[in-house]
């Protein structure tokens, strides 16, 4: 494999590493404040990088994006990347995400285990650190409980040209803070009675430095911590903490949380002073968001198209999931791949679903089976063929690799050929099958067209031809006609049924959530029909058994309802870009 693109996220690492910022650090194999990392072994030079996805739906090719780059990171500078479920918003999660995530990361060929450390955590597992440091910070004069509502302190907050003004409560003795917090987590206030908050700067310029919220009030119930808790970390306060808690040297996220960077700082800053972190702390950089073309990767409007049924479930192949990608037949080389070619910077930009394709592409073309297939089938009829004979015809396994041998399959009187491959009356240029026309039948025989018969609706239900016994492909004779048109056929007798799912794009808008359209408006009305179609003799549709069907793209036979004896396979992507 080539070696890494540089990026500035490498510039940085190997900087750090070669200033030894991380000389000091210490890791007690697990997460914890100060008192447990102390007795941890030095884990100097060792990066720490970790993909926090929130268990509140499945993954998405953007969150593909950052698993490559923060596990990719940690793999090519001999460091580790955890996976961290960032838990800390009970409404919306669930086991399921979590489960799917796990399975997800690991489908993408990385892993969070080393042989001494399994580096699996969930941020619901700190709840009790937290809690303490924010006990910390009351104690210091950095945190005090709010009784201003949310629409008091909305209005007190300030604009970006105005300061914000100081809460009442904002000076309160330590003790009386403390008393509440405590009462906050007994549950003895409502939602939205009480917050606490930092003390920071009410007239900052950095809205986010005006006495943000470390705790709200939630009554609800956990995935994981049931009804242990009921005030829960905001984000913005969680984050840092199970960084500095996992011992994370660079922690990645993506643009929008540019300007959190100093509260990251501040918070991780006052906790070390305290003594409740160790040095050194971790430091938050951030990159550009992957924006793909004609999908939308919200998680809010991606479990809206589930929940509504405008798709048949998160891993609907039409989806920019993850789980829908490999239903749809991406592999994770094609999406590591993919996101190698994207690269990192700080630039937004969109890029057209078209590179994502072609990813997949090549890496498919010098892999993939080949296979005959007829997705519209129409009968051809070799009437000088013998009725009830047959023999084998021979074909590259994969024309890029002859060490890959040939496979076989039978010719016989009675074909079935793509419908598109006959016209009675041809039209200009037209090479393929039609009246007086001859025509090589791929790895066959040459044939030449001799009518064609019809239903009393006019519909062509059967093309009649004669094959020149002396042109078999491979055999002396192959070249002494020339032809100018090649089909792809399968013998009728012997071909396996299937049932073929042709996927197009869910949006028919490049930019189906810009501004603010409504997406679902964008939905295309014909983004999947099926059709029972015709594969080679012998193909066995195994779920995620994969090929290209020659002439007509990449296919994989389907991860849930697949089987060899009904087979169901979905159309990857056509062999040529189709969405300029
Ligand atoms: P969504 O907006 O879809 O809900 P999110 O960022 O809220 O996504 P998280 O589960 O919190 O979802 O994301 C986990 C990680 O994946 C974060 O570090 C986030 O920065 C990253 N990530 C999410 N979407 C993208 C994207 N489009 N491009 C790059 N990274 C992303
Ligand atoms: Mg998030
Ligand atoms: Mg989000």
Redesign the pocket.
Same mark, same amino acid.
């Given at each position: 494999s080539t070696p890494p693109v540089s990026n500035f996220l490498r510039t940085i690492i190997d900087q750090d590493l070669a200033n030894g910022t991380y000389a000091q650090k210490r890791w007690a194999g697990k997460p914890g404040p100060a008192s447990v990392q102390a007795h941890g072994a030095v884990d100097a030079a060792r990066i720490r990088t970790r993909? +926090? +996805?929130?268990? !509140? &739906?499945y $993954?998405? %090719? &953007?969150?593909? @994006?950052? %698993?490559c #780059? !923060?596990f990719g990171l940690a793999r090519d500078y001999g460091g580790v990347c955890h996976l961290r479920f960032?838990d800390t918003n009970p409404e919306k999660e669930e086991d399921e995400y979590v489960k799917a995530i796990i399975e997800t990361v690991r489908w993408l060929g990385f892993s969070w285990e080393t042989p001494e450390e399994d580096n699996l955590y969930f941020a619901s597992d700190y709840f009790g650190y937290m809690y303490e440091f924010a006990q910390a910070l009351i104690r210091s004069g950095d945190a005090y409980v709010d009784e201003q509502n949310a629409e008091q302190m909305r209005a007190t907050r300030g604009t970006l040209t105005e300061k914000g003004t100081n809460s009442p409560w904002r000076d309160r003795p330590a003790a009386e803070s403390l008393a509440l917090l405590e009462e906050m987590r007994a549950g003895k206030h409502p939602d939205g009675s009480l917050v606490l908050r930092a003390k920071i700067d009410m007239g900052s310029p950095n809205m986010n430095m005006r006495d943000p919220a470390l705790y709200r009030i939630r009554h609800a119930e956990h995935h994981r911590t049931g009804n242990a808790w009921c005030i829960y970390p905001m984000y913005t306060w969680a984050h840092p903490v199970e960084d500095a808690l996992e011992g994370i040297t660079h922690s $990645?996220?993506?643009l929008e949380?540019e300007d959190q960077r100093p509260f990251y700082d501040w918070i991780l800053n006052k906790l070390a002073e305290l003594g409740q972190l160790s040095r050194p702390l971790p430091h938050q950089y951030e990159?550009?968001? #992957? !924006? $793909?073309s004609y999908v939308v990767?919200? @998680?809010?409007k #991606?479990l809206e198209l589930v929940r509504e049924g405008h798709v048949a479930g998160w891993d609907d192949p039409r989806l920019p999931t993850l789980a829908g990608l490999r239903r749809r037949g991406y592999t994770p080389a094609a999406i590591r791949l993919f996101c190698e070619r994207l690269g990192v910077s700080k630039a937004d930009s969109r890029i057209d679903y078209s590179v994502l394709e072609q990813a997949l592409r090549d890496t498919l073309d010098p892999v993939a089976e080949r296979r005959v297939a007829v997705l519209d089938p129409l009968k051809l009829v070799i009437t000088n063929y013998p009725e009830g004979q047959s023999e084998l015809c021979h074909a590259p396994a994969n024309p890029h690799q002859p060490e890959a041998g040939t496979r076989e399959f039978p010719f016989a009187r009675e074909l079935w050929i793509e419908r598109d491959d006959f016209q009675e009356v041809p039209a200009k240029k037209y090479f393929r099958l039609f009246p007086g026309n001859t025509v090589r039948l791929k790895y066959g025989y040459i044939v030449t067209c001799t009518g064609c018969v019809k239903d009393e609706n006019g519909r062509i239900t059967e093309v009649h031809a004669e094959y020149l016994p002396e042109t078999k492909s491979g055999t002396p004779g192959a070249d002494s006609v020339k032809v100018k048109g090649t089909i792809t056929w399968v013998s009728a007798a012997h071909a396996v049924p299937a049932e073929i799912r042709l996927y197009d794009r869910l949006f028919s808008d490049p930019h189906p959530d810009a501004g603010d359209k409504n997406f679902l408006e964008a939905l295309n009305p014909n983004s999947y029909h099926a059709v029972q179609g015709w594969l080679e003799p012998g193909t066995q549709a195994d779920p995620e058994a994969s090929w290209q069907f020659e002439r007509l793209g990449y296919f994989v036979a389907d991860l849930i309802d697949s089987t060899r004896d009904k087979p169901v396979v979905n159309r990857t992507v056509t062999l040529k870009d189709a969405w300029i």
């Open positions: 993909f +926090p +996805p929130e268990p !509140n &739906g $993954l998405h %090719i &953007g969150h593909a @994006k950052s %698993i #780059l !923060n960032d $990645l996220c993506t949380f990159f550009s968001r #992957l !924006n $793909l990767t919200s @998680k809010r #991606l």
